[in-house]
């Protein structure tokens, strides 16, 4: 269910499809550019498509704060996990200080561009054990970014494609009558 109380309409299975098969290809091209560019944590960039495109449902005023957040994220993990291994134990309690005022905010709904469910989404994901946040935070952030463009632009992309369609059906059915 949506925020506001609507239940959107399942696709139809013959639409259904259609989008499976075209995500082979539109996964394909931003992991062929994640290739060329040497960055290899891709999985960073998915969260962002998962959560901007799938769970955001590609809303555009909420592009620019799910991409802070992430980022933002990002950074809250190298403050915890990597800060402390270069400027020792101090650091961990700064972090710890940092994140108290984070959550403090989260909680009280204040600097929503910055600190909102995106950011505690990828602060979540990166501060796993695994991920390495220490030794690979600026690759995180870049994987981050290219997956934001090319998502926003795969949206600008299809919604001139949606109009342009919609418009010529338009016309159609006006040169009908």
């Known amino acids: 269910m949506e925020a506001n109380g609507i239940v959107p309409m399942a696709p139809s299975a013959k639409i259904a499809a259609l989008l499976v098969l075209a995500t ?20 960073l960039g998915f969260l962002f498509m998962l959560y901007w495109m799938g769970i955001l449902n590609q809303s555009m005023k909420d592009f620019v704060p799910s991409l802070l957040g992430g980022l933002g994220g990002i950074g809250m993990g190298w403050v915890l996990l990597g800060l402390p291994v270069i400027a020792g134990p101090l650091a961990t309690y700064g972090g710890a200080a940092v994140m108290a005022l984070i959550i403090f905010f989260f909680m009280r709904g204040q600097f929503r561009f910055i600190i909102n469910n995106g950011m505690m989404l990828y602060l979540t994901v990166v501060t796993i054990a ?46 009908a009558t």
């Not at 992991?31 to 999985?43: F, M, Q």
């Not at 690979?136 to 998502?151: I, R, T």
């Open 24 to 43: 082979v290809p539109f996964v394909g091209l931003l992991l062929t550019i994640y290739h060329l560019l040497g960055i290899t944590t891709v999985n």
């Open 130 to 175: 695994d991920v390495g946040i220490a030794r690979k935070a600026p690759e995180m952030a870049a994987a981050l970014l290219v997956a934001a463009a090319y998502c926003y632009v795969a949206t600008l992309a299809m919604g001139w494609f949606t109009a342009r369609r919609a418009a010529a059906g338009a016309q159609a059915s006006v040169a």
